[in-house]
Structures are given as C-alpha cells and as structure tokens.
C-alpha cells in the first residue's frame, strides 16, 4: 500500500511554487481559449512541471473556434425613458455568440427547463431564463441547454441572468463544436434579470415588454494548447491526473481553473519526490480550451491509445475549499482508494457516483475509461463566483491549494498501486445510465450527445 510519508507531507506544506502558478495565471486576466494570455499560461505550466522535474514535458498545438467580444447591449422600451444596459457589471456576451441586434419582446421563461419550452412558440421573441436548476429537478440544466431551448422554439436571442447577486452577470459557452451558435446570447446580472423578470410580469396582457439586444463579436479560427508531463516508473499503463489552463476573460479565471492548474502542479511536485515509490507511470495532462467544449480532452482522448490508460482523475472546481469530493461516475475503485486517503490523513473526503457530463473528465467517461472529477464541496447554489468577474486570486486560499495538493497526490499514488484494478465500465453502460439519468436530453438538445453520428471537430478539416 503507497502512502506519502511524513517528510513528503512536510516539504508539500512549506512548498510555495504551486501558490505563486496560481498568482501568475490569475495576473494575466485573459485566458479565454485561444487568446495570447492562455497560451502565455500554458507555457506557465509547462516551466513549472519542467521545474519540478517531471519528464517528457511537452506542448501540443490544435485547432478551435476562437471567439473574441466586441461590445453589447441591451435597451428596454419604456414610456418616459428607455432602460439602457451596457456596463460589464450588467451584462456579458456569451462565448459563441455570434453578432446580431434583435429586436422583440422579452419572454421570461423562469428555469428553462426542457418542459418550460413545450408547446411554446418564441418566434421574434427574445427569450430569458435564469442560470438556477431546481434542487430537486434531479440534474443540473446547463446554459447551453436552455439557450437550445430557446432558439429551437423561434427566440432571435437568448438572455441568461443569474441567481447570485452582486452585480455578477454570468459567461459561459453557448457556440457549437466547429463555429458560433444560431442566435446572440448574452449573460446577465441577477439585478438586472430581476429588473427584467418584473417587467415582463407587470406588462399588459395585449403588450409585452419589448427590448432591443445587440451583440458585436468575432468569431475566428485559433490555436489552443495541451501541456502534459510524466513521472514514475515506464510502464505501460498510466495514471492520468488533469485539469483546464483556459479560463473566461471577465474575471481573473482564479478558481475556474487557476487552481486547478495549480493543484497539478502541486501533485507534480509531491509525486516527483516520491518517485521511486510509484509502481505506475503518472501523467500530468493540462488541457486547453475546456470552456469552450472540451476541445483539449476530447483531442488527446482522439490522439492517444486509450488502452494505455489505468484511469483519469480530473481538478475542475477545486478552490471553493479544504473539502474535497470524488466524483466517481460509478467506477468504485476510485472512490474506495480516496476512502483509504481519507482514513490516512484523518481527513473527510466526500464521494458521489453519479454522471457529470460538463468537464475534462466526460471525454474518457463516455468512453469506457475510469475517470473521476475532483472538486471541493461549497455551500452556495451553483458555481458562486465562477463564470463571473468575481473569480480573483482574493477569493482562494494556499492553505487549501496545500491540503488538496496532499490529498489528490495521496490518492493517485494509490491509483497508481500495480495491484489495485480499476473496475471498468463499458461506453453502452455509461450511454444507458445517462438515458436513466435524462443527462440525455439535454445533450442532445446542445448536439454533444456523443453517442450516434461521428462527431464534426476543428482537427478533422
């Protein structure tokens, strides 16, 4: 049984390199997949796993639809002066958005959940839904989701306000796999969604609230980036440990997924000082362009041989705490080699086994592959701060960076054990549980059901 000793744990707690990764990439505020700044961070990480002596450090070039915001707008008709919304703490333009000005009335469609849309006719409207999922729905309805919704039912565009206050209007990718998607979409803040919501409740029933969006962006090819590293022993199977470099530009990208970058780091640099104890090779993988749709672990799932690879554990929403969960998706391996971690250091480490179909880990799920996603538990409804210009370095703490950088380096050293299987799943059983589990719709309903038709990607052309 591996299990990190006392001096590693020491040095990790007095180790610094991982903190300052993660003050460097929050100090170049614009990483949006594509930009200079994510590329700038890619080759940040790429020094700091160099640094901490990992082999076979590597940065791998591919292509994406690159998307860059210009301005937006929204003007809401009214008797005596019209409402006009234009400040970055008002609203946002989605990613993917294409340009366009819209005029129509505004349609609240509450949650946007799939049965909202029945039978409803949208035609000329500009549709709005709030980013909230019901806790009790049963899955979490992704923006993405709703904004297909909406342009389904005939809406010429699309607003998405948010639930937590604060002058946070929400980002978020709405564009498809090879280009933008079919109508302008544009996030907002909770202040003004409410401002919006109660005039469309309090419209006459022969008028509604009629409102003007434009949205000026570009939408253009670009190059995204994967870094990825080894350390241990050459075997022929590896562990995977993976996060996201890119991060959206209207915040800092600190938590979402600064830390996660971070925390890859930091496991780096605890699993090279225990090197000689690891029985399996590890991989360190840093993806580009998960924002945008996974294009980086959907390109190394597309360019690697999968049979190679023992299991994935995936950093994305890891900053909101010291608490750290395991998303297991049903491989019970995983969870039960974090349950020992957990006995180890004393320390509670929360399990679910349930489907999360919205990060790096998805590519290698939906696959067959053993892959878990790592997070750290929080108590607000949604991703808090994330996705929004309140995701700054201010909001994090190294002391958690320091505990998660132990916990998940303890747990891939496990993982990494020669004599511990990871119990498999095969691709038809992940399929039949998000049919169970109605991950299905909305999937399909966003065109990234991977099951069917063969999938169209920016590499392919």
Same mark, same amino acid.
């Not at 700091?48 to 002596?53: D, H, T, V």
């Not at 937006?72 to 333009?93: G, Y």
């Not at 132990?406 to 496990?414: P, Q, S």
């Not at 039949?432 to 990234?448: L, P, Q, R």
């Given at each position: 049984?591996?299990?990190?000793?006392?001096?590693?744990?020491?040095?990790?707690?007095?180790?610094?390199?991982?903190?300052?990764?993660?003050?460097?990439?929050?100090?170049?505020?614009?990483?949006?997949?594509?930009?200079?700044?994510?590329?700038?961070?890619?080759?940040?990480?790429?020094?700091?796993?160099a640094?901490?002596?990992? $082999?076979?450090v590597?940065?791998?070039?591919? #292509?994406?639809? @690159?998307?860059?915001r210009?301005?937006? *707008?929204?003007? !809401? =008709? +009214?008797?005596?002066?019209?409402?006009?919304?234009?400040?970055?703490?008002?609203?946002?333009?989605?990613?993917?958005?294409?340009?366009?000005?819209?005029?129509?009335?505004?349609?609240?469609?509450?949650?946007?959940?799939?049965?909202?849309?029945?039978?409803?006719?949208?035609?000329?409207?500009?549709?709005?839904?709030?980013?909230?999922?019901?806790?009790?729905?049963?899955?979490?309805?992704?923006?993405?989701?709703?904004?297909?919704?909406?342009?389904?039912?005939?809406?010429?565009?699309?607003?998405?306000?948010?639930h937590?206050?604060?002058?946070?209007?929400?980002?978020?990718?709405?564009? $498809?796999?090879?280009?933008?998607?079919?109508? #302008?979409?544009? @996030?907002?803040?909770?202040?003004v969604? *409410?401002?919006? !919501? =109660? +005039?469309?409740?309090?419209?006459?029933?022969?008028?509604?609230?009629?409102?003007?969006?434009?949205?000026?962006?570009?939408?253009?090819?670009a190059?995204?980036?994967?870094?990825?590293?080894?350390?241990?022993?050459?075997?022929?199977?590896?562990?995977?440990?993976?996060?996201?470099?890119?991060?959206?530009?209207?915040?800092?990208?600190?938590?979402?997924?600064?830390?996660?970058?971070?925390?890859?780091?930091?496991?780096?640099?605890?699993?090279?000082?225990?090197?000689?104890?690891?029985?399996?090779?590890?991989?360190?993988?840093?993806?580009?362009?998960?924002?945008?749709?996974?294009?980086?672990?959907?390109?190394?799932?597309?360019?690697?041989?999968?049979?190679?690879?023992?299991?994935?554990?995936?950093?994305?929403? !890891?900053g909101?705490?010291?608490?750290?969960?395991?998303?297991?998706?049903?491989?019970?391996?995983?969870?039960?080699?974090?349950?020992?971690?957990?006995?180890?250091?004393?320390?509670?480490?929360?399990?679910?086994?349930?489907?999360?179909?919205?990060?790096?880990?998805?590519?290698?799920v939906?696959?067959?592959?053993?892959?878990?996603?790592?997070?750290?538990?929080?108590?607000?409804?949604?991703?808090?701060?994330?996705?929004?210009?309140?995701?700054?370095?201010?909001?994090?703490?190294?002391?958690?960076?320091?505990?998660?950088?132990?916990?998940?380096?303890?747990?891939?050293?496990?993982?990494a054990?020669?004599d511990?299987?990871?119990?498999?799943?095969?691709?038809?059983?992940?399929?039949?549980?998000?049919?169970?589990?109605?991950?299905?719709?909305?999937?399909?309903?966003?065109?990234?059901?991977?099951?069917?038709?063969?999938?169209?990607?920016?590499?392919?052309?």
């Amino acid at each position: 049984m591996t299990t990190l000793s006392p001096t590693a744990i020491g040095k990790a707690y007095l180790d610094t390199h991982a903190w300052e990764l993660l003050t460097a990439l929050s100090d170049l505020d614009d990483r949006m997949p594509g930009h200079e700044g994510e590329a700038v961070g890619s080759k940040l990480v790429a020094e700091g796993l160099a640094e901490a002596g990992l $082999r076979n450090v590597t940065r791998t070039s591919f #292509p994406i639809p @690159g998307w860059w915001r210009d301005g937006t *707008s929204v003007t !809401v =008709r +009214r008797k005596r002066r019209d409402a006009v919304f234009e400040d970055t703490h008002e609203l946002v333009e989605l990613p993917g958005t294409p340009s366009g000005t819209i005029t129509g009335e505004i349609v609240d469609m509450g949650y946007g959940l799939p049965e909202d849309f029945e039978g409803v006719n949208l035609t000329g409207t500009i549709a709005m839904a709030s980013s909230l999922t019901p806790d009790d729905y049963g899955r979490w309805v992704h923006r993405s989701e709703k904004y297909s919704y909406a342009a389904e039912s005939g809406a010429e565009a699309f607003l998405f306000y948010n639930h937590i206050p604060g002058a946070l209007p929400p980002t978020g990718s709405i564009g $498809r796999r090879t280009g933008p998607g079919p109508i #302008p979409a544009v @996030g907002l803040s909770k202040e003004v969604g *409410s401002r919006l !919501v =109660r +005039r469309c409740e309090d419209a006459p029933p022969d008028g509604g609230t009629e409102a003007t969006v434009t949205v000026d962006a570009r939408n253009e090819p670009a190059t995204s980036a994967n870094v990825e590293a080894v350390v241990g022993p050459d075997t022929d199977e590896e562990v995977l440990f993976t996060a996201h470099v890119d991060a959206h530009d209207v915040g800092n990208g600190a938590n979402d997924n600064g830390f996660g970058s971070a925390l890859a780091v930091g496991v780096a640099r605890i699993l090279a000082a225990i090197e000689d104890d690891l029985e399996t090779r590890v991989r360190i993988a840093v993806f580009g362009a998960e924002e945008t749709g996974l294009y980086g672990s959907y390109y190394w799932t597309h360019t690697h041989d999968l049979d190679r690879v023992k299991c994935v554990l995936n950093a994305d929403g !890891v900053g909101y705490s010291r608490d750290l969960e395991i998303h297991t998706h049903g491989f019970e391996a995983i969870g039960e080699a974090f349950a020992e971690v957990s006995d180890e250091h004393g320390v509670p480490i929360a399990t679910d086994d349930g489907l999360r179909p919205h990060s790096d880990h998805w590519p290698f799920v939906q696959r067959g592959v053993a892959a878990a996603q790592a997070r750290s538990t929080s108590d607000d409804s949604g991703r808090g701060w994330g996705h929004t210009h309140g995701d700054t370095l201010d909001k994090l703490d190294p002391r958690d960076l320091r505990d998660l950088s132990v916990l998940c380096a303890a747990g891939i050293a496990k993982l990494a054990e020669s004599d511990r299987p990871i119990d498999e799943r095969s691709s038809d059983e992940i399929r039949d549980e998000a049919v169970e589990t109605k991950h299905d719709v909305g999937m399909k309903a966003t065109d990234t059901w991977p099951w069917g038709e063969p999938r169209d990607w920016p590499w392919d052309r």
